[in-house]
């Protein structure tokens, strides 16, 4: 609709998610949610951030801390809805102990270490989820939080 109505010109949204079965699992993205995987005690980004910032910094035009507090850090390169046509990224990954599925109001305020730490705890999906969201709105967060923990 943005596209077709001014009045929903410049709207769109982000995709994200993750296909798990027994052998691999699949990641997928368009925007700026994240796809988590924990094994080992460590976490890996299992997608790639479309924002003009993330860009940047895999082009070496800025540092990571700068990216941290850029002013366009959350202007999209690639969404649905803003451009004619998108092709999300597909990944296949190895299989996790966990996935972490995010949107940008939990992964923008909670470090990568503060989220391992509450993934890596002793506690249930429901509590450690809680816990996510709870930290991301301590530090501040004003965006909408989504998370999805899976358990593999």
Same mark, same amino acid.
């Given at each position: 609709?943005?596209l077709s109505d001014f009045n929903y010109s410049g709207m769109g949204t982000t995709i994200t998610g993750i296909l798990v079965n027994?052998?691999?699992?699949?990641?997928?993205?368009?925007?700026d949610s994240r796809v988590y995987g924990f094994a080992d005690n460590n976490i890996y980004?299992?997608?790639?951030?479309? &924002?003009?910032? #993330?860009?940047?910094?895999? $082009? #070496?035009?800025? &540092?990571?801390?700068?990216? %941290? &507090?850029?002013? @366009?850090?959350?202007?999209?390169? @690639?969404?649905?809805?803003?451009?004619?046509? /998108? /092709?999300?990224?597909?990944? @296949?990954?190895?299989?996790?102990? *966990? *996935?972490? /599925?995010?949107? !940008?109001?939990?992964?923008?305020?909670?470090?990568?270490?503060?989220? %391992? #730490?509450?993934?890596?705890? $002793?506690? &249930?999906?429901?509590?450690?989820?809680? !816990?996510?969201? !709870?930290?991301?709105?301590? @530090?501040?967060? *004003? !965006? #909408?939080?989504?998370?999805?923990?899976?358990?593999?």
């Amino acid at each position: 609709m943005s596209l077709s109505d001014f009045n929903y010109s410049g709207m769109g949204t982000t995709i994200t998610g993750i296909l798990v079965n027994s052998e691999f699992s699949i990641s997928f993205n368009c925007g700026d949610s994240r796809v988590y995987g924990f094994a080992d005690n460590n976490i890996y980004h299992l997608t790639s951030d479309h &924002t003009l910032v #993330n860009q940047m910094l895999e $082009n #070496n035009q800025i &540092t990571y801390e700068e990216s %941290l &507090t850029h002013p @366009k850090r959350h202007y999209l390169i @690639k969404a649905i809805g803003i451009f004619q046509s /998108v /092709v999300p990224d597909v990944h @296949k990954v190895q299989n996790m102990d *966990y *996935y972490l /599925v995010c949107s !940008d109001g939990l992964h923008g305020y909670v470090s990568d270490e503060e989220i %391992l #730490n509450i993934v890596s705890s $002793n506690s &249930t999906l429901e509590e450690k989820i809680e !816990d996510l969201k !709870d930290i991301s709105l301590m @530090k501040g967060g *004003y !965006d #909408n939080i989504t998370a999805i923990l899976i358990e593999k």
